[in-house]
């Protein structure tokens, strides 16, 4: 994740991931903090129960943003594309099974260099086992600094741009069919870099 992402779970395996959309980086005098959102979206036990509450919200209070809200049932993303005359509404769209990238544009926007360049690598790679602690293809791809030189630093899985933006951290997270007791999620957190700080299990308990 770079600087313009936050990420949480809840007990009852519903994930929530704010990004800020193209052009949004970073707060802005009178505007809430679009983590909040995360906070929201997990005080609720179902995705869904999220979805409807957040589709309300007022979209002048916050820039704008991508949000992510899964649970082991179903998915969904919603979109704030903030003003010049884009609609003032969160827009939601449920995700379909499979795999999806989602950065500061749309679900899988082949736009995104990084999306076009790394979706196909995802795909090819050999699936998790979050069960046996096996993610190696997945992380070994999150923590990629390489891509090619016609499309410049921004086109990497791991970002790292002279002037300090960069990737600071990874998460991976794996949410049971039947989360609770004795069933919790896998999450996996690297404090860094993915090429220098090693993923390290969290405990949920």
């Given at each position: 994740?770079?600087?313009?992402?936050?990420?949480?779970?809840?007990?009852?395996?519903?994930?929530?991931?704010?990004?800020?959309?193209?052009?949004?980086?970073?707060?802005?005098?009178?505007?809430?903090?679009r983590g909040e959102l995360v906070l929201e979206a997990l005080d609720h036990a179902e995705a869904?129960?999220?979805?409807?509450?957040?589709?309300?919200?007022?979209?002048?209070?916050?820039?704008?943003?991508?949000?992510?809200?899964?649970?082991?049932?179903?998915?969904?993303?919603?979109r704030h594309r903030g003003g010049n005359g884009a609609p003032g509404c969160v827009e939601d769209f449920e995700v379909p099974p499979g795999l999806h990238m989602?950065?500061?544009?749309?679900?899988?926007?082949?736009?995104?260099?990084?999306?076009?360049?790394?979706?196909?690598?995802?795909?090819?790679?050999?699936?998790?086992?979050?069960?046996?602690?096996?993610?190696?293809?997945?992380?070994?791809?999150?923590?990629?600094?390489?891509?090619?030189?016609?499309?410049?630093?921004?086109?990497?899985?791991?970002?790292?741009?002279?002037?300090?933006?960069?990737?600071?951290?990874?998460?991976?997270?794996?949410?049971?069919?039947?989360?609770?007791?004795?069933?919790?999620?896998?999450?996996?957190?690297?404090?860094?870099?993915?090429?220098?700080?090693?993923?390290?299990?969290?405990?949920?308990?």
């Amino acid at each position: 994740m770079g600087g313009g992402s936050w990420f949480g779970v809840n007990d009852h395996g519903v994930a929530a991931v704010v990004m800020d959309r193209e052009g949004t980086l970073g707060p802005q005098a009178g505007k809430r903090s679009r983590g909040e959102l995360v906070l929201e979206a997990l005080d609720h036990a179902e995705a869904k129960a999220a979805v409807h509450v957040l589709k309300d919200l007022d979209t002048n209070a916050y820039r704008a943003f991508n949000l992510f809200v899964g649970d082991p049932v179903s998915s969904f993303w919603l979109r704030h594309r903030g003003g010049n005359g884009a609609p003032g509404c969160v827009e939601d769209f449920e995700v379909p099974p499979g795999l999806h990238m989602l950065t500061a544009r749309n679900l899988d926007d082949m736009s995104v260099t990084r999306i076009r360049l790394h979706f196909a690598r995802f795909l090819e790679a050999e699936i998790p086992d979050p069960s046996g602690d096996d993610w190696a293809d997945w992380q070994t791809l999150l923590a990629s600094r390489t891509f090619p030189e016609q499309e410049g630093a921004h086109a990497a899985m791991n970002l790292d741009f002279p002037n300090g933006f960069g990737t600071v951290c990874s998460h991976l997270l794996a949410i049971p069919c039947y989360p609770g007791y004795g069933h919790k999620p896998r999450f996996l957190f690297a404090p860094g870099p993915p090429d220098s700080a090693p993923y390290e299990l969290v405990n949920l308990d």
